[in-house]
């Protein structure tokens, strides 16, 4: 969204008043911050509920984790949105066209987390790749890294687990999505694609690249956060407050025998389970949270939540115009096999 | 009479482009056809990667993205 959202101040364009205010903004978010649990603390004690009885124990996690949460997110969306600004897909297209596979899978996996990318323009996006001479597994590298690791998983991990939850969580989806292009690109598919993308020869647009001041780019930051958090809270406030019901409720032990890691027969389960589901990771990663207090382990719950990001059915429907089946399946096939291999290294790293 | 092509497979994006397109159009007093481009193959046709794109009179000026209004005039005055 350009325009500003109603209610505030359309922001002047000049770069001194911009670095002011995202300054203020900064001291006002870290004091905001910094008093989340007194003030959640103060509010249950303000209720006639028993802080140590289930009720009070969910609305205490609700009422600090939402607004912690979304600060994070804010703060996490800001800085993306502020680096993608140096990225463009037509960018990208034209680092990653005619190399090698090896090096392309890994340039196109990194490039995919740092690469504006919305599912809806996956389809114009894999036929630009593919006809422009992007080998076909560096093009799946980007197509599986781009939404799997991106700045709504990271901030929530960050928020909720921890840094070094959310950098394993990098760390392996981008060599999940590298190793996975790597095989595909092995396995010389290219006569799987739908005929009519194979034949497609086409020359790159060119558009003319915007020159952005450092003002444009503070403007992207924020923009991405009116667009991605205001499109994602009511998932957060919904994903947590499932998950406070599962803090208050779910008897602890509960989940360890189906979710915990001695059910080696759960990481597969978590992954087929999680492909018919549509969620994302905003809601997705509170409800993580709280199971693994349960007893469910971080590797199967992480697989779970990589199953329904990164091989959601929709997506398969809309990659269905340019893949056959059979390159869908070998697709799901690769990919499905990688989630399991996180999943249990996960569980063997973090036990 | 300028063409305008819109290209996207009907996100919620292309809608507001194409409608940002008209706007800026009428605002100016440029004479437009506004047409809106889903087929996946006709939109690849063009080379770009990323949707919604804006093409006017067979350039392509835009990729990817809401485009910003006053750059949609500069594109429709040019």
């Known amino acids: 969204m350009s325009t500003a959202s109603p209610g505030r101040p359309a922001l002047p364009r000049a770069t001194g008043p911009r670095i002011a205010l995202l300054a203020g903004l900064l001291l006002l978010w870290a004091a905001v911050y910094a008093s989340l649990l007194p003030a959640a603390e103060w509010i249950v004690r303000q209720l006639p509920l028993d802080a140590e009885a289930p009720p009070g124990r969910a609305l205490a996690f609700f009422l600090y984790d939402t607004p912690k949460v979304l600060l994070l997110l804010t703060l996490v969306v800001f800085a993306m949105g502020v ?116 034949d497609l020869r086409v020359a790159p647009a060119a558009v003319e690249a915007p020159t952005l001041t450092l003002a444009d780019r503070i403007d992207a930051g924020r923009e991405a956060v009116v667009d991605i958090v205001g499109r994602v809270w009511p998932w957060v406030i919904a994903g947590i407050a499932v998950g406070a019901f599962i803090h208050g409720w779910v008897p602890e032990t509960l989940l360890a025998a189906i979710m915990g890691r001695d059910a080696w027969w759960s990481v597969p389960a978590a992954v087929a389970l999680g492909i018919p589901m549509y969620s994302n990771a905003a809601g997705i990663v509170p409800v993580v949270e709280a199971l693994l207090g349960k007893g469910a382990a971080l590797g199967t719950t992480l697989a779970f939540m990589m199953s329904v990001i990164a091989l959601s059915a929709p997506e398969l429907v809309i990659l269905r115009k340019v893949l056959t089946v059979r390159l869908i399946a070998v697709f799901v096939g690769v990919v499905g096999l990688g989630i399991l291999a996180v999943g249990y290294l996960f569980n063997a790293l973090f036990g | 009479m300028k063409d305008v092509k819109v290209l996207g497979p009907g996100c919620k994006r292309c809608t507001a482009t194409a409608e940002m397109v008209q706007q800026e159009a009428d605002r100016l007093g440029i004479a437009v056809a506004v047409e809106k481009v889903t087929d996946m193959a006709a939109i690849a046709g063009f080379g770009i990667a990323a949707t919604p794109g804006i093409v006017i009179d067979g350039k392509v000026v835009h990729a990817g993205g809401l485009p910003k209004p006053e750059d949609v005039a500069r594109w429709l005055a040019a």
């Open chain 1, 83 to 198: 680096v993608r600004s140096f990225f463009s897909p037509e960018r990208t297209r034209a680092l990653l066209a005619g190399r090698r596979e090896g090096v392309g899978n890994v340039a196109a996996a990194g490039l995919g987390i740092v690469t504006p990318f919305c599912s809806c323009s996956a389809v114009p996006l894999f036929i630009g790749f593919v006809s422009a001479g992007v080998p076909l597994g560096v093009t799946f590298s980007f197509l599986i890294a781009a939404p799997m690791v991106n700045e709504v998983a990271l901030g929530l991990l960050f928020a909720l687990l921890g840094w070094q939850v959310a950098l394993a969580y990098l760390g392996f989806g981008l060599m999940l999505a590298i190793v996975a292009g790597a095989v595909i690109g092995r396995l010389k598919l290219e006569d799987w694609l739908e005929p009519w993308v194979r």
